[in-house]
């Protein structure tokens, strides 16, 4: 079993940064696609960012691309996400979800991930 703990999230105003971390523990994840979704009230889970095991790819949403940055250390087990020029629109509860096959495609889709985060909330004001 992997557990997966999201920190970092909070209120902030538009234009705001904040960087988000999902620590992994209790099996090693270094050979796994990492990725980041979000949800907002009455949405479905949407895809934000994914980086591939090790780091030589990652993919984004339209909606983030130029803004949001993802990274990984696998020596420490830890994704990042760096969240720059917050909008109203990025509030929602940021999930880290990991893939649990060893290939290096960046699945967009919640179905593809095995573990998944309680999420950690991101609130942007205008």
């Known amino acids: 079993q992997v557990q997966l703990v999201e920190s970092g999230g909070g209120s902030v105003q538009a234009g705001d940064s904040l960087s988000l971390s999902c620590a992994a523990s209790g099996r090693p994840v270094n050979s796994y696609t990492w990725s980041w979704f979000r949800q907002s009230p009455g949405k479905e889970r949407e895809f934000v960012a994914g980086?591939?095991?090790?780091?030589?790819?990652?993919a984004s949403v339209d909606a983030v691309k130029g803004r949001f940055t993802i990274s990984r250390d696998n020596a420490k087990s830890m994704l990042y996400l760096q969240m720059d020029s917050l909008k109203p629109e990025d509030t929602a509860v940021y999930y880290c979800?990991?893939?649990?096959?060893?290939?290096?495609?960046?699945?967009?889709?919640?179905?593809?991930?095995?573990?998944w985060g309680q999420g950690t909330q991101v609130t942007v004001s205008s």
């Open positions: 980086i591939t095991w090790d780091s030589d790819r990652t």
């Open positions: 979800a990991l893939r649990w096959k060893l290939t290096v495609a960046i699945p967009s889709t919640a179905d593809e991930y095995y573990y």
